[in-house]
């Protein structure tokens, strides 16, 4: 017997287990659960057997990248759901794995690793994003809301979680391609300052408050929040939609303490973030080769973190399941659009990202990870809307 063929009965041994099949390059073949297998694995090549006792999940990301394991028939969304809710049994060396997964907090290492990501070209991204290019958790208020509509409607309920009124001034941190804060603009007439790391999301968003006519209220801005404190800014408002992953954990202190810096007494702070229940290092397989350095806050240490600061939390939601809908139709639309991306990228990264998006989806349905808005006020502020209608107005 392998030791692939031991580690999928050691993980998977329950009869109850969704039936599905694996077979080896030995023509071994192992039946997993009771009936018809909804899916088949291929293994078509060994796995590079210490890695798998290292990081059971960096050695099976690779062999699919590497085509050593191969969908047979069935989805590999399908096979992930059931993959993703084993994560925390699988084996992980930290110590061996210490440089990969315990990379520098440095501004320079930082920029780096997140340029890596979101700068592969707005060309990529625009094929299998929607038309606001929002590359966040959407929002589903209804069952057949297309993605656009999801997103739009995740702006919306940001921005009234947010209570802006006009005149006032917002700042985005880690504003993607801009579209959050040109419909704050657009709706609000607030004044909106946007900043990012990646050139390519700087350059989109200029162009697009260009091509909006919105130059009298929105800038864009290529800065690390770092930089926030000394720019003496000063703003009414603060969102940062799935950036705190990039910060890592020794500079959440850092990280609020920037906010503060900029934020007015009774400001609010809106911040959306994927969460984990507890803290946890990451992921070998997603910080080598998807979010270099990339670490999920747990909701407790974040909430910990703006009470010390003398932030008020006013509203904790989870958006868990509508992120892994959201990422399903990011799935769907990259399997869509495979022939133009093959044409951009040789074959390991194809696979890379469609295992990438297809086991975030698994993970959250898993429930492996969640996603939350945590809406603060700078101090105490009793002139706030006292119930959520006006949310859903």
Request: aromatic share 12%; glycine share 6%; charged share 30%.
């Amino acid at each position: 017997m392998s030791l692939e063929s031991m580690i999928i009965k050691k993980y998977f041994k329950n009869n109850n287990q969704i039936p599905f099949k694996v077979i080896f390059k030995d023509g071994e073949v192992l039946d997993i659960g009771n009936g018809k297998p909804e899916f088949v694995i291929k293994v078509n090549d060994n796995i590079d057997k210490k890695l798998l006792l290292t990081s059971t999940s960096l050695a099976l990301g690779e062999a699919y990248m590497d085509k050593k394991l191969d969908m047979e028939s069935g989805d590999l969304y399908d096979a992930l759901d059931i993959v993703m809710g084993k994560l925390d049994d699988f084996d992980v060396n930290e110590n061996l794995l210490s440089k990969l997964i315990f990379t520098s907090s440095s501004k320079k290492n930082q920029k780096k690793e997140v340029t890596s990501h979101y700068d592969i070209g707005n060309e990529f991204y625009n094929l299998w994003l929607d038309e606001t290019m929002s590359y966040s958790c959407a929002y589903f208020k209804n069952e057949d809301d297309t993605l656009y509509e999801a997103q739009k409607n995740k702006v919306d309920y940001i921005l009234k979680k947010l209570q802006l009124k006009e005149g006032m001034s917002l700042l985005d941190i880690g504003c993607g391609w801009g579209y959050l804060l040109i419909e704050a603009a657009k709706k609000y007439k607030v004044h909106g300052v946007g900043i990012t790391l990646s050139e390519n999301q700087y350059l989109k968003f200029k162009e697009r408050i260009k091509q909006e006519k919105l130059e009298e209220y929105l800038t864009a801005e290529l800065m690390d929040y770092r930089d926030l404190e000394k720019s003496k800014l000063k703003f009414d408002r603060v969102v940062s939609v799935g950036m705190l992953e990039h910060v890592g954990r020794d500079n959440y202190e850092l990280f609020f303490k920037n906010v503060d810096a900029i934020l007015n007494d009774q400001g609010l702070f809106l911040l959306h973030f994927i969460s984990g229940r507890k803290e946890h290092s990451g992921d070998p397989w997603i910080k080598k080769y998807i979010f270099p350095g990339g670490v999920i806050p747990s909701l407790r240490e974040i909430i910990n973190i703006g009470s010390e600061f003398n932030y008020y939390t006013l509203d904790v939601e989870s958006l868990r399941r509508h992120y892994q809908k959201t990422l399903l139709c990011w799935y769907d639309n990259y399997k869509n659009n495979i022939d133009e991306i093959e044409k951009m990228f040789d074959e390991r990264f194809v696979r890379m990202w469609e295992l990438y998006l297809s086991s975030c989806a698994a993970s959250f349905h898993n429930g492996m990870i969640d996603l939350h808005q945590i809406v603060f006020s700078k101090g105490n502020n009793n002139n706030l809307e006292m119930t959520r209608q006006h949310l859903y107005k």
